[in-house]
């Protein structure tokens, strides 16, 4: 069964680059089957997309956010990952890690269970 | 202010049928299909229903989707106390390169 963790600091300070890691167990991450994508929820709120990368590199990202979102793919840790840049108080949020299916759902599933990072001086 | 607009809130009795809108745009739902979320309290999304219609395996068939031009519903019959939770539509959009654009979320009572 594909399970999905995502690991990273719970604070980050102002301005400061925010780094998160997905850690995929039970399936590999280089299947031509799957995109590997980000999404996340200011408390209180809805879901916003970040983007999503390709076990070969290929991203796409959310045009409002495109100008500070680098996601990376590591396959030989099975592992994919974010960074966000000059990030402010308005991207506390838990952030979920996703598999998205290209083939039969074309839908995000399984998720991981989320990390909640907190932005604060 | 979310791409995809849902009711905020929704509500009904054990054993009743609900139903949650989610309005888009011809450049999502209208050209593309549409997914439901399902948030309980506390816990990561689950993947609810996909292509407008259809189950994941082991999703009970009192949950069912449908889309008519720029607009999908999600019908819950025969309503249960843990169906009380938060739904979410999520679509494709065609512009500015394609993004995916969710919902705002609507949270179902179960009275």
């Known amino acids: 069964q594909l399970q999905l963790q995502e690991s990273g600091p719970g604070l980050v300070k102002p301005s400061e680059t925010l780094s998160l890691t997905c850690t995929v167990s039970?399936?590999?991450?280089?299947?031509?089957?799957?995109?590997w994508g980000w999404i996340r929820q200011p408390p209180g709120k809805g879901l916003e997309w970040i983007g999503s990368?390709?076990?070969?590199?290929?991203?796409y990202y959310n045009p409002s956010l495109k100008s500070r979102v680098t996601i990376s793919v590591d396959t030989s840790k099975n592992q994919f990952s974010l960074k966000l840049s000059s990030v402010t108080a308005a991207d506390t949020a838990v952030y979920y890690c996703?598999?998205?299916?290209?083939?039969?759902?074309?839908?995000?599933?399984?998720w991981g269970q989320g990390t909640l990072v907190t932005v604060s001086s | 202010q979310s791409v995809l607009t849902q009711p905020p809130s929704a509500s009904g009795t054990p054993g009743q049928r609900v139903t949650i809108s989610c309005s888009g745009s011809?450049?999502?739902?209208?050209?593309?299909?549409v997914n439901w979320y399902q948030q309980l309290p506390g816990t990561a999304p689950k993947l609810l229903i996909y292509?407008?219609?259809q189950r994941p395996s082991g999703v009970p068939d009192r949950f069912s989707g449908s889309k008519s031009g720029t607009s999908a519903s999600l019908a819950i019959s025969g309503l249960q106390s843990e169906d009380e939770a938060d739904y979410y539509c999520?679509?494709?959009?065609?512009?500015?390169?394609?993004?995916?654009?969710f919902g705002g979320g609507t949270k179902l009572t179960v009275l």
């Open positions: 996703a598999r998205r299916d290209t083939v039969a759902t074309l839908a995000f599933d399984p």
């Open positions: 039970g399936g590999s991450i280089s299947s031509d089957s799957y995109y």
């Open positions: 990368i390709y076990y070969s590199g290929s991203t």
């Open positions: 011809s450049s999502n739902i209208g050209s593309n299909t």
């Open positions: 292509s407008n219609n």
């Open positions: 999520a679509a494709w959009d065609d512009s500015l390169n394609g993004f995916w654009v």
